[in-house]
């Protein structure tokens, strides 16, 4: 936690904000602060400043908190990501909010397992979590939006084009002929399969609404290595 993400319901005050739980055993243990210190914390979907620790007990964080800077610019990029098995999908929605993805649209694909969907962590409340933690571990107060599809055809053929209109279009698929490009200028648009690939009829659906099929050399990353050496090709570090 590079940031303590604050939500309008902990303030007490128009300056003043309490933390209990995570964040307070964050502060206890990591940071070790004590009263008086100053710890980076931002307004979610806000600015970004610091909090002065006016009281610190075990059970909460008294904060005066003054809100400076804002916060990063946005990653301009739509991931198009096949659902992830569950165990995995924690980690890329937190490695995907770290990164700087607004814009998560969830899909189901031939390969993506039913039970995929079954998952608690697709929950509101859970979702919200792990996007909590990836923005603070960036220190990023705008929460991406997730999306979730569980029909590939009808989101191909009737809200894929729409969302590419204006992006570079890409579908990360092994073994096509174009590598993928590197610093890329303006928005993109990028499609990730499942673990088991998108199928042949997948990636026909994906380039006839206007995607380009790319690789990344012969080795076979997983999702969640897949992902942010594909955000690191396309962009800049201080995009
Ligand atoms: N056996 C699957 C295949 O050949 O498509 C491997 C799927 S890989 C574990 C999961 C996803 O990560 C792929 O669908 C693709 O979007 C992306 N990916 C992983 N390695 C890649 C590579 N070398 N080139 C392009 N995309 C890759």
Redesign the pocket.
Same mark, same amino acid.
């Given at each position: 936690m590079n940031l303590a993400l604050l939500f309008t319901e902990d303030f007490v005050a128009a300056d003043h904000a309490l933390l209990a739980g995570r964040r307070l055993a964050h502060l206890h243990s990591v940071l070790k602060a004590t009263e008086g210190d100053l710890v980076p914390v931002g307004l979610v979907d806000g600015e970004m400043g610091t909090g002065r620790v006016l009281r610190l007990t075990e059970t909460e964080a008294l904060l005066q908190v003054k809100l400076t800077d804002p916060p990063p610019a946005p990653l301009p990029l739509t991931l198009v990501l096949a659902m992830p098995r569950p165990k995995m999908f924690r980690r890329v929605l937190q490695t995907c909010a770290t990164l700087g993805v607004k814009d998560i649209w969830l899909v189901n694909s031939y390969k993506v397992e039913k039970s995929f969907w079954q998952t608690p962590w697709l929950s509101e409340e859970n979702l919200r979590e792990n996007l909590v933690l990836g923005l603070e571990q960036a220190r990023d107060t705008l929460m991406p939006r997730v999306h979730i599809r569980k029909l590939f055809k009808p989101f191909v053929e009737d809200e894929l084009p729409a969302l590419l209109k204006n992006t570079r279009a890409l579908v %990360? /698929? =092994? !073994?096509t002929s174009s590598p993928?490009p590197t610093h890329i200028e303006g928005p993109a648009t990028l499609c990730? &399969? =499942?673990? !088991? !690939?998108?199928i042949p009829y997948e990636v026909d659906k994906l380039i006839e609404a206007g995607c380009e099929a790319? /690789?990344? &050399?012969? $080795?076979?990353? $997983?999702?969640e290595t %897949?992902v942010p050496v594909l955000v690191s090709r396309l962009f800049d570090a201080g995009a």
């Open positions: %990360a /698929h =092994p !073994g993928c990730v &399969g =499942p673990e !088991g !690939g998108f790319v /690789h990344l &050399g012969s $080795r076979i990353l $997983r999702v %897949a």
